[in-house]
């Protein structure tokens, strides 16, 4: 990644402090369909959804108690990375990764634009969060965290959340439940304004790793390898930063940026990642990375022909800051060689995503408009349509089984959603 405005470069005795490492230690569900506010209204934080996503999410993303627009966020990101022409190796497409049997008995018009349309990043949204919801009134009686529950059904199917009472012992979807809500931490607003960020206790070793590499020639596509010299590109080196001291980041710079929670520019502290972007309203346009240092600098490899040195962050293109943390990191999803999000993976068991109890059918939403709030009583679940008996939707419509083959669901009941 290249740091398209670099800053002034900084000497060395000018910027660190002495003694800089020892300073661094840590609605309801309304059975139209339509949003509504619920108890939990917890918002995105700034820039971490493209800006044409931010408000759809923040109001799907309050369909029903269980559910929140940090959590949506986190789950979209999951799936496609924001991409809403990605298209799985078995098929399921858009942002929001609908198989189209799926797609059928849940798809949304989220734009009311009078088609449902899983390429759509509106209605993808909106089915997203309807879809959710009504996995959530199906295991409402199962014991355990509601929104684990939700998730696993989204991933496994409400069979098996039913069958194990609770999230499956399935390897994917125990990891898919503990990564959205992990990655969910980096979409969520503070709860008060400038409510202060934890301290990242890593920081002081990643901040020591990038000192000893001052003066190092950039390489694009560098992580420090024998073969390369030693030499690095930003996120290579921050990658290898990290992983001095036991944090996986992923590879990329615009990955990196949901690794943990995003202090603000006067909550910065030594150790946060310092990004740019080509379009400050889009974070899938960040082009590079840097660890705070503190007093306004950070340490980078800004560019071909610079080596890793000392600029100042307050530039055109700054976007943010985020404090990396170890389960953050560890949630972060992986990408194919081309630059694509894997979707997550389904489990194998065609037994265990094939309840039988009759569900609600979820209508199709208006296009979404802000409610007044409204609390439901504690613990209590959704409100629903009456029950209908629902036909297994066309098509594969089930959890995808080892090697991409189809998980039959039962009728009457949602399936997993691909």
Not at 4 to 23: D, I, N, P
Not at 171 to 195: C, D, H, K, M, W
Not at 209 to 226: C, E, M, N, S
Not at 334 to 359: C, H, K, L, M
Request: aromatic share 8%; with cysteine; glycine share 12%.
């Amino acid at each position: 990644m290249v740091l398209r405005k670099g800053g002034t470069a900084a000497a060395a005795a000018g910027v660190v402090l002495t003694g800089l490492v020892g300073l661094v230690t840590l609605g309801t569900f309304a059975a139209s369909g339509a949003p509504q506010q619920s108890g939990n209204r917890v918002g995105l934080s700034a820039g971490t959804v493209p800006a044409a996503y931010q408000g759809p999410i923040e109001q799907w993303g309050r369909l029903c108690p269980d559910l929140s627009p940090p959590l949506l966020a986190a789950q979209l990101y999951q799936e496609s990375g924001f991409d809403p022409k990605a298209r799985s190796g078995v098929g399921a497409e858009g942002l929001a990764q609908f198989m189209p049997g799926t797609w059928a008995s849940y798809g949304t018009d989220g734009n009311n634009d009078g088609r449902k349309d899983p390429w759509d990043p509106l209605d993808a949204i909106a089915s997203a969060a309807t879809f959710d919801c009504a996995l959530a009134t199906y295991v409402a009686k199962v014991p355990g965290d509601r929104q684990s529950n939700m998730l696993a059904a989204y991933n496994a199917g409400p069979g098996a959340v039913t069958k194990y009472q609770g999230v499956p012992p399935y390897r994917e979807t125990q990891g898919y439940v503990r990564n959205i809500l992990a990655t969910a931490r980096s979409f969520a607003a503070p709860a008060t304004p400038n409510a202060p960020v934890e301290v990242s206790a890593q920081s002081a070793g990643a901040i020591y790793f990038a000192q000893t590499k001052l003066g190092t020639p950039y390489l694009w596509g560098g992580d420090g390898l024998a073969s390369q010299n030693g030499r690095f590109d930003c996120s290579g080196l921050t990658k290898a930063a990290f992983e001095s001291v036991g944090i996986e980041l992923p590879r990329v710079a615009n990955d990196q940026w949901y690794a943990g929670p995003h202090p603000s520019r006067d909550q910065l502290r030594p150790g946060d990642l310092v990004f740019w972007a080509t379009d400050l309203t889009d974070p899938r346009s960040i082009h590079h990375v840097g660890i705070y240092v503190g007093g306004g600098y950070m340490i980078n490899a800004p560019h071909t022909n610079a080596v890793i040195r000392y600029d100042k962050i307050d530039t055109r293109e700054y976007i943010g800051a985020t404090r990396v943390t170890s389960d953050g990191a560890q949630a972060l999803p992986t990408r194919t060689p081309e630059g694509n999000v894997i979707a997550p993976s389904r489990p194998a068991d065609p037994a265990d995503a094939t309840p039988a109890p009759a569900a609600p059918t979820v209508a199709p939403a208006a296009a979404p408009a802000p409610a007044a709030p409204t609390t439901p009583a504690p613990g209590a679940p959704p409100a629903q349509a009456a029950p209908a008996a629902q036909a297994t939707p066309p098509g594969r419509g089930g959890a995808v089984a080892a090697g991409g083959a189809a998980t039959p669901t039962g009728a009457g009941q949602p399936p997993a959603k691909n």
